[in-house]
Nanobody, 114 residues
Framework: QVQFVESGGGLVQPGGSLRVSCAVPESFLRTYGMAWHRQAPGKQREMVASITGGGRTKYADSVQGRFTISRDYAKATVYLQMSSLKPEDTAVYYC????????WGQGTQVTVSS
């Protein structure tokens, strides 16, 4: 069973920044594109950022220009750098490959509040 281990979430004020990380199997980084998803209370999970094997990135309209996805092969880690955070960014953030595995990690909670 594939394990994705997300970390780095926390409480941040509106306008602040935060970087979340996801440890993934190294083989996945070299084989698949990766994506970050989030799920807010009472809402469906949505993809917010993705990066293809060739390095092409794509973002949801709601985070375009504020979030940046990246990966570090040496550390087998995918990152999501978030800036200019808004209360509506509050959610549990998950990573997965593309297309997604059936199993998901526990996610990391990001709360944007004053």
């Amino acid at each position: 069973q594939v394990q994705f281990v997300e970390s780095g979430g926390g409480l941040v004020q509106p306008g602040g920044s935060l970087r979340v990380s996801c440890a993934v199997p190294e083989s996945f980084l070299r084989t698949y594109g990766m994506a970050w998803h989030r799920q807010a209370p009472g809402k469906q999970r949505e993809m917010v950022a993705s990066i293809t094997g060739g390095g092409r990135t794509k973002y949801a309209d709601s985070v375009q220009g504020r979030f940046t996805i990246s990966r570090d092969y040496a550390k087998a880690t995918v990152y999501l750098q978030m800036s200019s955070l808004k209360p509506e960014d509050t959610a549990v953030y998950y990573c997965n490959r593309m297309p997604p595995e059936a199993s998901w990690g526990q996610g990391t909670q990001v709360t944007v509040s004053s």
